[in-house]
């Protein structure tokens, strides 16, 4: 079974800092992604990565980075947290050809 | 803009009776489409998808239908049980080149609650 692990449930923050999202799967897939889930508006696509070191914006990356060092591992980086970036963080990682798979997310909120 | 829309924020329906969830998509590079199922505190998983070469694909108690020209797929649970309350996202992505890795574009989901 797929296991999609991200670092935290909730965080808290404040404005200015920055803020690092980790996350890892376990089943060596090549792609992964960075959603953020608001109410009214779904999921929509940050970034993702198709390789290690690969990656790619996706429909909002304004104001985050990422980082892919190693195949297992996707990092989300929020470079200065504002308060427009609380949200619901959701990784996902595939293989080719199949369905994504989600971690839990991340509940971050930025005072 | 919304390429992938589901009008209906919420939807109420009777234990096993059928629940229709609708979707409508506007980017007609879209080829493949997915439903997924989310709880609270927890990651959306994956139910079903459909391929634009199809027009419906079944899956147990959940049936995906295609409508290409209308743009539009739908899902229908028979017979809809409480356990099936959760928001359901319908997505949508292109392989147009063989480059899109897999990208989806979702809609805002729709809130099912199926009363016992």
């Known amino acids: 079974d797929v296991k999609v692990t991200q670092s935290s449930r909730y965080l808290v923050k404040r404005t200015g800092e920055k803020v690092f999202l980790e996350c890892v799967q376990d089943m060596d897939h090549e792609n992964m992604f960075w959603y953020r889930q608001d109410p009214g508006l779904g999921l929509r696509l940050i970034y993702f990565s198709y390789d290690v070191k690969m990656k790619e914006k996706g429909d909002i990356p304004e104001g985050y980075s990422v980082s892919r060092e190693k195949k297992e591992r996707f990092s989300l980086i929020l470079e200065s947290a504002s308060t427009n970036q609380t949200s619901m963080y959701l990784c996902?990682?595939?293989?080719?050809?199949?369905?994504?798979?989600f971690g839990d997310g991340t509940r971050l909120s930025i005072l | 803009d919304q390429q992938v829309k589901q009008n209906s924020p919420s939807l109420s329906v009777q234990e096993g009776r059928i629940s229709i969830l609708n979707c409508d998509y506007t980017?007609?590079?879209?080829?493949?489409f997915l439903w997924y199922k989310k709880y609270p505190a927890e990651g959306p998983t994956f139910l079903i998808s459909?391929?634009?070469?199809?027009d419906k694909n079944e899956d147990g108690r959940f049936t995906v239908f295609l409508n290409k020209s209308a743009k539009h797929l739908s899902l229908h649970i028979v017979p809809s049980q409480p356990g099936d309350s959760a928001v359901y996202f319908c997505?949508?992505?292109?392989?147009?080149?063989?480059?899109?890795?897999?990208?989806?574009?979702f809609g805002q989901g729709t809130i099912l609650t199926v009363h016992p």
């Open positions: 980017n007609s590079m879209f080829d493949y």
């Open positions: 996902a990682s595939r293989e080719s050809h199949q369905p994504q798979h």
């Open positions: 459909i391929s634009s070469i199809k």
């Open positions: 997505a949508a992505s292109s392989n147009a080149g063989g480059t899109s890795y897999g990208k989806l574009t």
